[in-house]
């Protein structure tokens, strides 16, 4: 079984609407879309190991902080990838997957992939078209479980978005 590695991690708030994500960049993309703006990840074996136990830890030291994991990539290595989804499931956060795959093209490489994901972003980088953020992009951001598409919410100045906030967070929201 190959591991998978990781470029990046962090602490997102913009890539999965209303969600405080631990996001990890997943080392070795083959698709190598022309003007991606992490092409430092195509290249297999890179940066660290994205094992459980290291996962676990990470899911321990964020507890209470974070809403959602996020991998961006790591859909080649399916297997893996579904075995870490399963892991962040069983601790009751979401989780999203930004491939730059169709769906279908996923459901093909991966059997239990996508049931294991509360948000997909699906298709690949086409620099004409723009990302998320433009009326004209190929990509689509879903939220699974209700099977709303969500690109609105990455178009600057829309109407339409809406913040949904615990109670615990209103309280920065309040006046004097």
């Given amino acids: 079984m190959q591991t998978l590695t990781f470029i990046t991690e962090q602490i997102v708030w913009q890539e999965v609407p209303n969600e405080t994500s631990l996001a990890f960049l997943i080392a070795g993309c083959p698709l190598r879309c022309e003007g991606c703006h992490s092409a430092d990840s195509w290249k297999a074996g890179l940066g660290k190991p994205l094992t459980a136990e290291y996962l676990a830890g990470r899911l321990k030291r964020y507890q209470g902080l974070i809403s959602c994991v996020l991998f961006m990539g790591g859909e ?101």
């Fill in 76 to 176: 080649w290595q399916s297997d893996e990838l579904t075995q870490l989804l399963i892991a962040v499931k069983q601790t009751g956060l979401k989780t999203c997957l930004y491939t730059g795959l169709e769906r279908a093209e996923l459901e093909v490489v991966s059997d239990g992939l996508i049931q294991n994901l509360d948000y997909l972003k699906t298709g690949r980088w086409v620099m004409e078209l723009g990302g998320l953020g433009s009326a004209a992009t190929n990509q689509i951001f879903m939220d699974l479980r209700t099977g709303e598409v969500l690109n609105h919410w990455f178009v600057r100045d829309n109407p339409k978005k809406t913040i949904a906030i615990t109670p615990a967070e209103a309280r920065f929201f309040q006046t004097a």
